[in-house]
């Protein structure tokens, strides 16, 4: 079975551009959530969907980053424009479900992107 | 908003050592991760503690789930060079239905 799949696994850009990366979650997860980590620090929330609605978006930084998730498979994290404290690694996670089970909440994350703004 | 923070940040050991590493935070948890990454890879999932004192083993990694519900540990035994990576902990507030808090993990260097 296919793990958490993410693309690009790098990107650099310059700031002012846009970006955008995606996240392929584990076949039948119905949740999915992005994480992003700057140098040294630690990983830290950005939001989470429960098919495609957004349940949880209290860690988006700003209106530059906007994340879909049309049709409740795949999502999308767009940055724009980008700025230079943009750059970090974006991961993404997803896990099967929520409730008392919560085995059924542990997250399995993917590789992450690696994102460069010069 | 709730923080975890990690102790040692780095640590650099001989193979074969033992390895001793915690996470503490000011408020309370339910559940506690320990994930390793690997250079170029995500975190991947050691060990998941649900109970206060819970002790839990993974080959040679044991992790405990703190009395206090404000701490876990995780210890290594007889390190060997593909220990090498950051250990992250990450807990939950709650029993189910939110969103893991990290901390900055904790790098570790094995040494032949």
């Known amino acids: 079975e296919a793990g958490v799949t993410q693309f690009p696994s790098h990107s650099v850009i310059e700031k002012g551009q846009t970006v955008t990366l995606r996240c392929d979650p584990i076949?039948?997860?119905?949740?999915l959530y992005w994480y992003r980590r700057v140098m040294g620090k630690e990983i830290k929330f950005l939001l989470h969907?429960?098919?495609?609605?957004?349940?949880?978006e209290s860690g988006m930084p700003n209106n530059r980053f906007l994340a879909e998730r049309t049709g409740g498979t795949y999502s999308t994290l767009k940055v724009q424009p980008a700025e230079l404290e943009d750059s970090g690694v974006y991961f993404c996670?997803?896990?099967?479900?929520?409730?008392?089970?919560?085995?059924?909440?542990?997250?399995?994350f993917g590789a992450g992107t690696r994102l460069s703004v010069l | 908003g709730q923080q975890l923070n990690q102790s040692p940040q780095s640590m650099f050991i001989q193979e074969g050592e033992d390895v001793s590493m915690n996470c503490t935070s000011s408020?309370?948890?339910?559940?506690w991760l320990w994930y390793k990454q690997d250079p170029g890879e995500g975190p991947v999932l050691l060990i998941a503690?649900?109970?206060?004192?819970e002790l839990t083993s993974n080959g040679r990694l044991t992790a405990q789930f703190g009395i206090t519900r404000k701490d876990s540990f995780l210890n290594i035994s007889a390190s060997i060079p593909s220990d090498v990576g950051i250990y992250f902990c990450a807990g939950a507030p709650r029993d189910y239905g939110q969103n893991f808090v990290f901390g900055p993990g904790t790098r570790l260097s094995v040494l032949p």
């Open positions: 076949s039948g997860h119905d949740n």
């Open positions: 503690l649900y109970k206060a004192g």
């Open positions: 996670a997803s896990s099967q479900g929520l409730g008392l089970n919560r085995a059924k909440n542990i997250q399995y």
């Open positions: 408020s309370i948890f339910n559940t």
């Open positions: 969907f429960v098919k495609e609605s957004k349940q949880d």
